[in-house]
């Protein structure tokens, strides 16, 4: 028969290793897509950031790589998947399609493309309001503010790209860019 302050024993070892996998499972940026993102930054004093997105090239950005013409591109350069499957698409044209970096709820769509989280990093860790009203808060909880934009923006937009086009940074940026909430 097995003593009581053993069973006891086992019960707390076990407990104390749940908590820490789910302290660690919460430390890791999980993305929780551009309707969660917009459900806040939808307003005029939020810079309307959702508008700005949706009437962006950016949220069409899966759908090119859905095309007969991308599944195309994708063949000629040796990919024997569609484009919309081949990472070497996917890093420009979605979010959330690495395997590494896990989904948060049920609201994150990878086919929205190129949105909030691509540009601002997984937000699971970040969304939080509280969290979002102090930017120091925010960056330590994973929200990423490029301090050289032109230089992440070629990350994609650059003559790697099998359909590059040369691109105006300033003339583009007016197209995309997206005011900072007061307080932020």
């Known amino acids: 028969m097995l003593n009581k302050s053993y069973v006891v024993s086992i019960f707390l070892m076990s407990a104390f290793f749940f908590l820490i996998a789910a302290q660690e499972k919460e430390s ?28 962006s090239k950016h949220s069409q950005a899966y759908k090119t790589v859905q095309t007969e013409k991308a599944n195309e ?12 499957e081949t990472d070497a698409c996917l890093k420009c044209h979605a979010s959330g399609y690495e395997k590494d970096t896990p989904i948060s709820g049920t609201k994150f769509d ?10 601002h990093g997984p937000g699971s860790n970040y969304k939080n309001l509280k969290i979002m ?9 994973g929200l990423i503010i490029h301090e050289k ?8 937009h650059n003559p790697e790209s099998p359909t590059f086009v040369e691109m105006n940074f300033t003339e583009s940026w007016e197209k995309i860019k997206h005011s900072v909430p007061k307080g932020n």
């Open 149 to 156: 934009i032109e230089e992440f923006c070629k990350t994609c």
């Open 28 to 55: 890791v940026n999980s993305y929780v897509g551009v309707a969660t993102c917009g459900t806040c930054h939808k307003t005029e004093k939020q810079g309307k950031q959702l508008d700005i997105w949706k009437n």
């Open 133 to 141: 009203k102090d930017k120091q808060e925010s960056i330590k909880n």
């Open 73 to 84: 591109v994708a063949k000629k350069l040796g990919h024997t998947t569609a484009a919309a």
């Open 110 to 119: 990878m086919k929205d493309g190129v949105q909030c989280e691509t540009c």
